[in-house]
């Protein structure tokens, strides 16, 4: 009887493992983050602010979270890197899965984290490159894909507004040189 607790246990922690690797798999942009002293409210909050994004949050367990690294490091280099870079993992950790746009989701983070202090980037993995806090804050405070394309046309859209004008400028004071030189 003793022995079944036990076997129920680890059956368990294998099925959070699994849960876990499923959702690696599944999204391939991933966050983790320090949560070492947040509130359930303030995750709450920003579990709402990150289902905007199609991000999800999930509260973790290092050591097992550190056991499906390892499985898929056994079929995966970057994940061996991973590993290497920054295992052992310390702290109390969430996981915040991203989806292809993963921009979005790594700034609603970055603008929450600036709000709740309690809480902290630790790794991002992001179109295959591990990346420590500090270039993951950096990333996450560049302007959006939508907000460049608006800034190029928008830069684009001026030179040719004063250039037209510069053009009908000179023109018009021909044409007023003209009829000044025809009256006389």
Same mark, same amino acid.
């Given at each position: ?29 991933? !966050?983790?983050? @320090?949560?070492?002293? #947040? ?5 709450? %909050? *920003?579990?709402?602010? +990150? ?32 590993k ?10 969430a ?5 292809d ?9 970055? !603008?929450f984290? @600036?709000?709740?202090? #309690?809480?902290?980037?630790?790794i991002a %993995? *992001?179109?295959?490159? +591990? ?13 959006s ?40």
């Open positions: 009887m003793a022995g079944d607790g036990k076997y129920m246990v680890n059956q368990l922690k294998k099925n959070q493992v699994d849960s876990i690797l499923q959702l690696l798999e599944k999204n391939p942009n991933f !966050l983790l983050i @320090k949560i070492g002293k #947040t509130t359930h409210q303030s995750l709450e %909050l *920003l579990r709402r602010d +990150l289902r905007k994004t199609d991000s999800q949050i999930k509260v973790i367990k290092n050591t097992l979270f550190e056991k499906s690294i390892n499985k898929i490091a056994l079929k995966d280099k970057l994940f061996k890197e991973f290497k870079q920054f295992f052992p993992l310390k702290e109390t950790t996981l915040v899965t991203l989806n746009r993963w921009s979005d989701g790594l700034k609603a983070l970055y !603008l984290s @600036k709000k709740d202090t #309690t809480l902290s980037l630790k %993995l *992001l179109d295959k490159n +591990l990346y420590n806090a500090e270039k993951a804050l950096q990333i996450a405070q560049l302007p894909r939508e907000e460049l394309i608006g800034k190029i046309i928008g830069s684009m859209k001026s030179p040719m507004s004063k250039f037209i004008y510069a053009l009908k400028y000179n023109t018009n004071k021909l044409v007023y040189i003209l009829k000044q030189k025809s009256a006389h």
